[in-house]
Structures are given as structure tokens and as C-alpha cells.
């Protein structure tokens, strides 16, 4: 007998004598190994109206991860469905009947395909046979159905949340494979409890597998699930395990974990064991502490991350995590980052609306165009801050986040409004469905340094959400972070809450001004306000002010739905492509700003960096170049200097002043690093050929984190005309990037001035 039929003859004989034992329990008697095995590529595509009716052939290719709008050759009318949440949007606006409204009755919108369903196909080679093979599906909309080899393995309806398939009776090992997986072609097949994703300015609901797809196989016990949670204040890491075993039989087996630096792979922390009993079929959790000493921090300026290898008898996974901590406190009403008060400064990236973009493509899994939308970019707009809004995003996005340091607001899909509000699902969220869904959004997240904050939902009134849903999860996350739950009541006594300050929203939404009778917006206000004039949320919580502006232009200038009346009166017949570009970059700088001087928010974020932009769309995003990811100019050289860590705020909004009169100017300076900052102020008159007019200097000084304002007096120039008025900070240590805040001022004659007539 040679030795290849000699290690069979001994492996039946092993199962043989497995099976005569029974239940009896068993040492380590299998290998440690896992083996991943990626099915990410191009994968056969076809659709049916059926459920049950599987394709004979396949005439389409996709990608996976990717969107099904990506097919060759494509489907027509894909990604065509509107939910009742945008209907009844579009009703209030006049763009849809009431009536044929009101005939949704209870349905969830409207499908313009002919299909219900995708299936999606591809063919594999399994590695050797181990004791247990598991498909995931890390995330699919809407919803999924597994087949291997023709043998129908299961379902899973959440959009966006991991999968799970146990496919160890139907893989053909060491051999060719068929998997198939079926998906929704829009929300409206899936269960009603099943939460689908609500948003009320979606035009389009794109199906596709968006994440990746892997196979893995290994032997028993099995490891589920590994949580890390950072312990900074004994230098050590908690460590919770998941271990569940497939066979028939009860299995002992000492579960080892140790610490590396991802990089080096140089060990951070010595072996630390417990041995574990597991009967047959049991699901088991273990808790272990491993030290580290001199742990390094992570933070967004030094991303450091560390890797646990966890292993039992039969498996072995790595899990990436970061040594930080991240609360917010209701006394000082502040974010903290590692134990020390830390702001926060950035945007959002809706990527669902962005999904649903004419040009979106593959775009969102390309590795140099991510790399420059979350790293590049956010360095030069001194942002360390994201939220990643009303939906979820595939998991390489997070790793970039974790590995080069950025904080993310990760919000859930669901957004309802008001009651009074048409068409929303507020009574039709089920409470034990959505736990289980955000128990599996929370697993999948855990282990990531970036997630700072769990946002369940969006400008929403759920109380249910704060009083049952948050509290049956939360305690999940071994890293208490905080929760965020939009206009409900803070769910825990340090959660912070949400803020919009739409200022511009009258000017842009009413008929006439003044039609709410109250007066509209003027951004001259803005001089006799120090923070939010009210807040939906009336709370002592900490806030995060994460949406503001109401100034959205789509990417060729011209207005969205939602400012089509706003920009001809603000600039009257100047109402230009160029001109409106430059005002919404102008009042945008001026009005982050504003935001951030007076600290009355523990994090200010724009809206929007990333979304859909189209002649449907109600917002948009900022880019001239999507494919190149460039910012219009305008609105990159405001926002720059807006964000600046040393902030500062000239609060001054009149166009006009008289010349040759002294003038008393207040500027408000904040300094978001934990290091001392002094230098000067300079606050200067510049004519229009960038000569100096006038201008005084003054010097500042600010404590870490600290926030100071200055009185200038300066006397107006004697020439009339129009005017750059500066207020300009040169840190002692770094003269060669100031911050500058700047107003447009045109200096007229006095009527006592010789009696001339104002400049044109």
C-alpha cells in the first residue's frame, strides 16, 4: 500500500471509530488551519419574475462585488423602483398625484422592470477536504438565496448586514462547484418586516452583490466570531470568541490568542490560553484578557493597528484592531478620543444615493479611486471625520478608514421623519427584526477602529428605537460606543445627538419669502448668533452638527430640486453658472466657519462629499471630475481653509461699509490640537488688483484645544470700490499655512462725503 492510500485508509478509519464512539469527547485531533478562498470576479447574471424559476442559461456577465447595473450586456430598466418614502416626497412637491399616491395603499413602492429577480452564478474549484465549509455573503441587496450545486442552502433577507451558509454537505471537495445566488431586483419582494432601507430622496434602488463573496473552510471547533476591545486603562485587550462545533461529537480544545503590530508582525503580548469544552452542535462564548504593554494608541494622525490570532484545535482567524477609546461626555458636551477632548471636522458620503449615480459604475470598488476619496482628499481638508450615511458600506471601506485614520459616524438605513410626514414606515418597523439586524451590523463592525459611533437612524421620530431597540443591542459591543439616534431621545446618558441647521431652507423652499410668516434667513444674522438659533433635539447632550447648507448644486452648476429658487435670489442677474459655484463655496466656508467658532458642537460635518448627482437629484456633491475625484476649485480652496484645525471666523456678513470710517471687527479663533498655538492675526482691506488698503495686526494665543476672540479696529479705506476683507492667522511655527477667513465688502461714499453718488 503506498503512502498516499495509507493516509485514506487511516482517515476512514478515524471517521469510522468517530462514529462508534458517539458522543464521547475528544482532544485536538484536528489541524489548526483555515483556508479563504475569495469568489470575487465576474459572475454569470440572469433575471426571472419567478422566485423559483432558476435560469436554463446565462447571457449576462457582473461583478462581485459590484452592482447588477454593471452587467454586460446590460438589463434594461435596472435599478427602476421608487419607494412610497420618495413618492410621498414628490407628492408634497408637486410632482406626483395625491391620488395615485394613495392607491400604494400598503405596498412599498412602485417597480418600472419587468423582473423580480437576479441570479447570479459562478463555478469554483474547492480546496481539500475539511471538516466544515461556510459561504459568506458579506452583503446583498435585496436579500439573498444560496444554491450549491443545484441544493438549495438557505436565505438572508437583511440588505446590509453578512451572510453565513453552512455548505459542508453539498460541496464537492477538491473538485469543480457550483454556487448561485439569488437576489431582489428591487426592495419591493422582499418579507414586509424586513427592513428594505428608507430614504426619501433615493430615485433609484440598485440591487447587487456590493460586497465580497468567500468561501471558508476549516475543521471543529469552529470560530464564529472574535470581538477585541480595547482596555486602555490596564494596557490590555478583551477578547470574546465565538466557537460553535458542526460535528456529532463533543470536542475539548484549548483556545490560544496572541497580539501582533499588523505591519511588522512583531509580537505584542505572550500567549494567552483557556482550554474549552464544546458538545456536539453547541454554540460556546469565551471571554479572555490579553495584556499589552506600552500599547500603542491609534488615532486619526497615527492610524497604528494591531492583529489578534485567535486559534482552537481545527481553526485560526486573524482580526485586525486598534488600541483607542471613543465617548462623548453630556457635563462638558465634547467627544473624547483616548481620554482627551477631541473635535470633529468632516462630511458625509451617502453611498447608497451614490449607487444609484449615472456614473457610478465600479467606481466604488476601485482601490485607487477609494484611496483618493477617503485618504488624499480628507488630508487636504484637514478632516478626520465621516459619516457614513443612511446606509452601510462594503468592508474595504472600513479598512481604509482604519488604516489611515479617519472616525466614522456608521448610520444605519433608516430614515422616516416626522409622523405627520406621508408615507414612511414608522409603524411598520418590527422591533425584534430590526434587533436581529442591527445585532448582525453590529458583529460585522466591532473590530473597527474607525467606527466610532453607531448611528441607528436618520432624522427620524422611532421611540421605540431608544427605548427597546438600542438597549437589546448595545451591550453587544464589548467597546461601549456611543449611539446616535437622530431627533429621538438619547438611548444612554452620554450619547450624543444630531443636528441640522438649515439655514438657507425658507429662502429656498417657500413661494414667496416671508410665506411661513416668519422672516427668511439672512446670512447678516449670523453676526448677532453665537451657535444654533434652536435645535430639534432639546437635550444637554453633546451635539453633532452633521448636516448644514441647503446650497446643493449639481456637478455642472446648475441647481438641484431643492435650490432652484434659491439661487436667483441670491444673486438676482448675476444668476450664473460661475457665480452660483462661487456663492455656494463662499457662504459654505463661511458658514463652517461659523459652526465651529463657538464650540456649541463637539463635531461639525458637511453635507454632502459624496452622493448621486443627476437631473433627479435633490442634493449633490462637489466634484467637477467624478472619475478623477476633482473637487471644484471653489468649493476645495473655501472648505481648505474652513477646516482648518486653527480656525478662525470673521464675523462680518454687511456688503457694504462707508469709507474712511474706523470699523470694530470681532474674530473668533479656535485651535482643535492638543498643542499650544500663537502667532499673528492680520485683518487687512485688499482692492481688487491685490493691493493692500489697509490693516492691522494683532497677535494671538491659544491653549491646546482652546478657543479665543479678537477685537480689531480698522479704519475702511478712502477710495471706494470693492473689497477682500482678511482676517488672516500666521502661526508662529508655521507662517507658510495660514488660515484665512475672508468677507466680500464694497466701500461706498457717505451721503455726508461731498454728496457723490455709490460705486456701480
Known amino acids: 500500500m503506498n503512502a498516499k492510500k495509507l493516509t485514506t485508509w487511516l482517515a476512514v478509519c478515524a471517521i469510522a471509530l468517530v462514529s462508534a464512539r458517539g458522543a464521547r469527547i475528544f482532544a485536538a485531533g484536528e489541524s489548526t488551519h483555515r483556508t479563504t478562498l475569495s469568489l470575487n470576479g465576474q459572475w454569470d447574471v440572469e433575471d426571472s419574475v419567478s422566485p423559483d424559476a432558476m435560469p436554463k442559461g446565462y447571457s449576462h456577465t457582473a461583478p462581485v462585488p459590484g452592482l447588477t447595473h454593471s452587467a454586460v450586456p446590460a438589463f434594461p430598466d435596472v435599478d427602476q423602483y421608487q419607494s412610497r418614502e420618495l413618492l410621498s416626497n414628490l407628492v408634497d412637491q408637486g410632482r406626483y398625484s395625491k391620488s395615485d399616491f394613495e392607491k400604494l395603499g400598503n405596498a412599498r413602492g412602485i417597480s418600472h422592470q419587468q423582473r423580480n429577480y437576479f441570479w447570479y452564478r459562478k463555478t469554483f474549484n474547492a480546496p481539500a477536504q475539511a471538516a466544515v465549509a461556510l459561504l459568506k455573503v458579506n452583503k446583498a441587496q435585496f436579500g439573498s438565496v444560496v444554491y450549491m450545486n443545484g441544493v438549495r442552502i438557505g436565505e438572508h433577507d437583511p440588505c446590509f448586514t453578512a451572510a453565513y451558509f453552512d455548505v459542508t454537505r453539498t460541496i464537492h471537495w477538491g473538485a469543480a462547484n457550483e454556487v448561485v445566488i439569488r437576489i431582489g431586483a428591487h426592495p419591493g419582494v422582499l418579507p414586509e418586516n424586513v427592513s428594505q432601507g428608507t430614504d426619501f430622496e433615493k430615485n433609484r434602488w440598485t440591487p447587487g452583490i456590493y460586497d465580497d463573496v468567500k468561501l471558508l473552510t476549516m475543521n471543529n471547533p469552529v470560530i464564529s466570531a472574535v470581538q477585541v476591545a480595547p482596555q486602555l486603562t490596564n494596557s490590555s485587550i478583551m477578547v470574546q470568541t465565538e466557537l460553535h462545533n458542526y460535528s456529532d461529537h463533543a470536542i475539548r480544545t484549548n483556545v490560544q490568542q496572541q497580539a501582533f503590530e499588523r505591519k511588522s508582525r512583531a509580537p505584542s503580548s505572550g500567549k494567552v490560553e483557556a482550554e474549552v469544552e464544546i458538545a456536539a452542535g453547541q454554540t460556546k462564548t469565551i471571554t479572555q484578557t490579553v495584556p499589552l504593554a506600552h500599547a500603542h494608541l491609534w488615532t486619526p494622525d497615527d492610524p497604528f493597528l494591531y492583529q489578534v490570532s485567535t486559534s482552537t484545535s481545527g481553526d485560526q482567524v486573524e482580526s485586525r484592531f486598534g488600541m483607542r477609546e471613543f465617548r462623548f461626555d453630556t457635563v462638558t458636551q465634547r467627544a473624547y478620543l483616548n481620554g482627551r477632548p477631541y473635535f470633529l471636522r468632516g462630511s458625509n458620503i451617502t453611498l447608497h444615493r451614490f449607487f444609484e449615480d449615472p456614473e457610478s459604475g465600479t467606481l466604488p470598488w476601485n482601490e485607487a479611486w477609494l484611496h483618493r ?5 480628507p488630508k487636504q481638508m484637514h478632516w478626520n471625520a465621516f459619516r457614513f450615511c443612511i446606509g452601510p458600506v462594503p468592508d474595504r471601506w472600513l479598512e481604509i478608514a482604519d488604516e489611515n485614520g479617519l472616525l466614522i459616524q456608521n448610520e444605519y438605513m433608516v ?74 431621545s438619547p438611548a444612554g446618558p452620554d450619547d450624543p445627538v444630531e443636528d441640522h441647521q438649515y439655514l438657507f431652507y425658507s429662502m429656498a423652499m417657500e413661494d414667496k419669502p416671508g410665506d411661513t410668516g416668519e422672516p427668511s434667513f439672512k446670512i447678516t444674522d449670523l453676526e448677532s448668533m453665537i451657535g444654533p438659533t434652536s435645535a430639534v433635539n432639546r437635550t444637554a447632550h453633546a451635539m453633532i452638527l452633521n448636516e448644514y447648507g441647503w446650497l446643493w448644486l449639481n456637478r455642472d452648476g446648475t441647481p438641484t430640486l431643492l435650490t432652484q429658487k434659491l439661487y436667483p435670489r441670491l444673486l438676482g442677474d448675476k444668476d450664473t453658472t460661475e457665480n452660483r459655484l462661487a456663492m455656494q463655496a463662499y457662504l459654505l466656508g463661511g458658514e463652517t466657519e461659523f459652526w465651529r467658532a463657538y464650540r456649541r458642537y463637539a463635531g461639525v460635518l458637511h453635507f454632502v462629499y459624496l452622493t448621486a448627482s443627476d437631473p433627479k437629484a435633490f442634493t449633490s456633491d462637489h466634484f467637477r471630475d467624478l472619475q478623477k475625484l476633482e473637487l471644484q476649485p471653489d468649493f476645495a480652496k473655501a472648505m481648505e481653509q474652513a477646516f482648518n484645525p486653527l480656525g478662525v471666523y470673521l464675523s462680518f456678513w454687511h456688503p457694504t461699509l462707508n469709507t474712511g470710517e474706523p470699523q470694530e471687527f470681532t474674530i473668533a479663533m479656535v485651535n482643535d490640537e492638543d498643542r499650544s498655538r500663537a502667532g499673528t492675526l492680520r485683518l487687512s482691506f485688499t482692492s481688487e488688483d491685490g493691493k493692500t488698503a489697509a490693516a492691522e495686526n494683532v497677535a494671538f494665543s491659544l491653549a491646546p484645544l482652546g478657543a479665543e476672540s479678537y477685537t480689531v479696529t480698522l479704519k475702511t479705506p478712502e477710495l471706494p470700490g470693492k473689497y477682500s476683507l482678511q482676517a488672516v492667522a500666521s502661526p508662529a511655527d508655521d507662517r507658510d499655512h495660514p488660515t484665512i477667513s475672508h468677507r466680500d465688502v464694497i466701500l461706498k461714499l457717505s451721503t455726508a462725503q461731498n454728496g457723490q453718488s455709490d460705486p456701480k
Do not use: C
Not at 476619496?373 to 482628499?377: F, R, S
Not at 409622523?419 to 411598520?428: I, V
Not at 473597527?448 to 428605537?465: G, K, M
Open 373 to 377: 476619496l477617503l485618504v488624499e482628499i
Open 415 to 488: 430614515w422616516t421623519g416626522h409622523p405627520s410626514w406621508r408615507g414612511g414606515y414608522r409603524d411598520r418597523y418590527d422591533t425584534n427584526e430590526m434587533i436581529g439586524e442591527y445585532k448582525e451590523w453590529i458583529r460585522d463592525n466591532w473590530n473597527h477602529p474607525s467606527v466610532a459611533i453607531w448611528d441607528a437612524t436618520n432624522e427620524s421620530w422611532l421611540p421605540q428605537f431608544s427605548s427597546t431597540i438600542i438597549p437589546a443591542v448595545r451591550t453587544l459591543d464589548l467597546s461601549n460606543r456611543p449611539w446616535e439616534n437622530s431627533y429621538n
